[in-house]
């Protein structure tokens, strides 16, 4: 992370107590299903990467730096940074980005620009980890928005327990992307 945008400094983050996504745990609420299966989205995966942490810079303040912004490109372009997107006819307007370790995902950030974009962009995310046999979804810090949606914080020491266990696994996060009702299919978790 950095600071603010303009500081050059990037720094590692190890919070006492981290959030995580069980991945059996995400909550499709019923406005957001509705969102989904009306079709007025459309999802790709890792085909706007620069414009989705684009759209996550964009805000008065940011941890995303010019530097931090390269080494995700870069990464992206080795193939451990991906990306969800979410259209709305020609416009991207929610997406989220992370990165891949074996069977760990780190989300790094998440942004929208229309009402559910954001959520449409986590609940996609979630079902290509799960398709995938991801085992860890690390969102680094629980907001309320995340609590929401299922995350939950587990100390440190459990994190590092399941982070050591989900780095030499394998997984594969794909670019197919699935039909809107797979997706609601798929998450078991609904309220």
């Not at 995966?45 to 805000?59: H, K």
């Amino acid at each position: 992370m950095s600071e603010s945008r303009d500081d050059p400094d990037i720094f590692w983050v190890d919070p006492r107590m981290r959030g995580v996504f069980p991945l059996d745990r995400f909550r499709i609420s019923r406005s957001l299903g509705r969102s989904i299966r009306r079709g007025h989205f459309r999802v790709s995966f890792d085909t706007a990467f620069a414009d989705v942490v684009d759209g996550c810079a964009d805000r008065p303040e940011t941890w995303i730096n010019p530097t931090i912004r390269d080494l995700y490109l870069r990464l992206h372009q080795q193939g451990h940074a991906h990306s969800v997107e979410v259209w709305q006819d020609d416009r991207l307007v929610g997406g989220v980005y992370g990165i891949r370790i074996g069977a760990a995902f780190f989300g790094e950030s998440m942004f929208s620009r229309a009402t559910d974009a954001s959520k449409v962009a986590l609940a996609y995310l979630i079902d290509n980890l799960r398709r995938g046999r991801f085992v860890l979804f690390d969102t680094q810090f629980l907001t309320p928005h995340l609590a929401s949606l299922g995350a939950i914080e587990i100390p440190r020491r459990q994190y590092h327990q399941q982070l050591a266990a989900a780095v030499v696994q394998s997984a594969a996060f794909s670019d197919a992307v699935p039909s809107s009702s797979a997706v609601m299919q798929r998450n078991v978790q609904t309220s």
